[in-house]
């Protein structure tokens, strides 16, 4: 890992995108009446609280939309702000606010694909995959803290990942063109 001269754009510009997203998911229950969205359950890809977000003023709507369709937003595994449900269960709403994370610390920072990276990955995946699996063989009951901490883990190697990926591609495309401009020399 080495500290980035200059700084990517297109990291950043993801970057912000997301930072924004996240911000968003928790003001949005700020900004709602005290506990007026308190049970969300349903089920993933399914627009299960449709008549609920529709009540919900713009753009708060949106985001809490967008939680029922990628989200199972079981109440008992989600966090409240302001009496209300957030729009993501604790684990999603982990893994958004770690691919920011990521993303933020890839700004400044540069890590080279290698042995060192590949582990990181195993360390940020295989607790999110470890406790999914337990829970679905119903070997335990996660805690909202246990999915905090797995999501955030995910979520930061994978926008770290997404930037390498944009990292690689930039430099990909460098070497084309040094390549190009050398056989036209």
Not at 98 to 113: D, H, P, R, S, W
Not at 146 to 154: D, V, Y
Not at 160 to 179: G, R, S
Request: aromatic share 10%.
């Amino acid at each position: 890992m080495e500290r980035r001269e200059g700084s990517s754009r297109w990291i950043i510009l993801l970057f912000i995108p997301f930072l924004i997203w996240i911000i968003l998911q928790f003001i949005a229950p700020l900004i709602l009446p005290y506990g007026s969205v308190d049970d969300l359950s349903g089920n993933v890809g399914v627009a299960d609280n449709k008549i609920l977000t529709n009540k919900i003023p713009s753009p708060w709507d949106a985001i809490y939309d967008c939680g029922d369709r990628l989200c199972h937003q079981q109440a008992e595994r989600s966090f409240f702000i302001n009496g209300n449900q957030m729009s993501f269960c604790s684990r999603c709403t982990a893994i958004w606010l770690g691919f920011a994370v990521g993303l933020g610390f890839m700004v400044f920072y540069k890590i080279k694909l290698n042995e060192k990276f590949l582990f990181l990955i195993i360390i940020g995946i295989v607790p999110i995959g470890a406790d999914g699996i337990g829970q679905l063989l119903q070997l335990w009951e996660s805690t909202n803290i246990i999915r905090l901490i797995t999501g955030l883990l995910a979520g930061i190697v994978c926008g770290i990942a997404i930037a390498l990926i944009i990292d690689e591609i930039i430099e990909l495309i460098a070497v084309k063109k040094t390549n190009k401009l050398n056989k036209q020399n």
